[in-house]
């Protein structure tokens, strides 16, 4: 089976989990296309790569704006024929798999070029966000519910709202993102009473809830004085990173939240290792972003062996078990999110043991990307299925 992935931009490192999913899928020749490639991220030898020739320049010193200009404007006009190229280079392929609504938008003629399904995921702001702040991909995200075979969504949240948009239910289809439990390793961290080392890393998003985990860090170091909090993710001159860092300042605490601007990914789980609690307080924004399903980066923090401070936020829920890996506020509750880091503060070595177990076991059974990979592939195998079956009748 042969399937035509579709992207804006391949693929950022905070988009790792498509590229865990795509490199699991068994008895599938994997073709990508972008409309640009971030060079050396994800790249796997097995895959096979459609990047039209014809790339947009940067400024370099030794060349003129107009220079620069003058061949952009020529790049345009060549990248007109990109959908012929692609088309070209994909021969004989079964489906066409976007991601990202934009994407899907984007690329639905080739599908129609190509004679084959068109099957699309959703991750995140195009649930919501997107027809909220343009409401043109109304009508857009009507039209691809009829013309498109599928719609893949993190978990019953991101079903419920294409469904209440006016995707037909047997077109939406429930597959779990998940994580490579094999390479994570199990740390046994030491946990004394009466401290804790939290840690979250996030884009600096709002629906990522930053503002209520340092309004809830600062409210508990009442109670918790021995608590630290370290943020990871965003650039020092983002106008949210400043928010942040003068909320700090003005309660005196720079010397127990620390910002850091980012770590390499394959160093991710040794950098955990120095925690206790991962925090993430996920939250709708106000133009309606929002998770959509749950950040993959839950996963990766209880399959080290670390508990989750977080929200019930979309499908945050299916990710952390409340009680058992995790705790969960309700959205935008700094005052339960405060009690939660105290509860940690407070806990000792045998309890924290316990949340840690049960969240390393919990994505183990749940979240190994070998399982949920499988399942996309029967989901491709099924759709073939139907799809010659139609093709026989006509």
């Not at 704006?65 to 392929?93: G, P």
């Not at 990173?241 to 910002?259: G, I, W, Y």
Request: glycine share 4%; with cysteine; proline share 4%.
């Amino acid at each position: 089976m042969k399937v035509l992935h579709c992207f804006g931009r391949y693929l950022p490192i905070t988009e790792n989990w498509v590229f865990r999913l795509l490199s699991f899928l068994p008895d599938v020749q994997i073709i990508i296309t972008a409309n640009s490639f971030l060079k050396g991220n994800f790249y796997n030898k097995e895959f096979k790569y459609i990047e039209f020739p014809a790339t947009f320049f940067k400024q370099p010193a030794e060349k003129s704006i107009f220079t620069i200009r003058i061949l952009n404007a020529l790049t345009k006009v060549i990248r007109k024929f990109f959908a012929d190229y692609i088309v070209m280079h994909s021969e004989d392929v079964d489906f066409v798999h976007s991601h990202f609504a934009p994407t899907a938008w984007a690329y639905h003629d080739i599908a129609k070029r190509l004679n084959v399904p068109h099957v699309i995921s959703f991750y995140g702001y195009d649930y919501e966000m997107l027809p909220f702040t343009e409401p043109i991909w109304e009508s857009r995200y009507q039209q691809m519910f009829k013309e498109a075979a599928l719609f893949i969504c993190e978990g019953s949240h991101g079903a419920r709202v294409l469904i209440d948009k006016g995707c037909p239910v047997h077109k939406v289809k429930i597959i779990k993102l998940g994580v490579e439990i094999d390479r994570i390793p199990f740390t046994s961290r030491k946990k004394e009473t009466n401290t804790l080392k939290l840690l979250q890393i996030a884009s600096l998003k709002e629906k990522k809830g930053h503002v209520f985990t340092v309004k809830a860090f600062l409210n508990a170091l009442y109670t918790c004085p021995n608590a630290e909090l370290t943020l990871v993710g965003g650039n020092i001159n983002d106008p949210m990173r400043s928010q942040l860092e003068e909320m700090v300042r003005a309660a005196n605490a720079t010397d127990k939240v620390f910002f850091v601007e980012s770590i390499d990914f394959k160093n991710l789980y040794s950098f955990m290792e120095n925690y206790h609690v991962f925090i993430h307080p996920s939250c709708y924004a106000q133009d309606k972003d929002c998770e959509g399903g749950a950040p993959v980066v839950l996963l990766d923090a209880q399959a080290t062996g670390m508990p989750i401070i977080s929200t019930r936020h979309c499908d945050i829920p299916d990710e952390v078990i409340h009680g058992e890996t995790g705790l969960l506020a309700q959205e935008k509750n700094i005052d339960e999110l405060a009690q939660f880091i105290q509860t940690f503060y407070e806990m000792d070595q045998a309890k924290y043991n316990l949340f840690a177990t049960q969240a390393r076991k919990h994505v183990e059974k749940n979240f190994d990307v070998s399982l949920t990979s499988r399942d996309l592939s029967k989901i491709y195998v099924d759709l073939k299925e139907k799809t010659c079956h139609y093709q026989s009748k006509r």
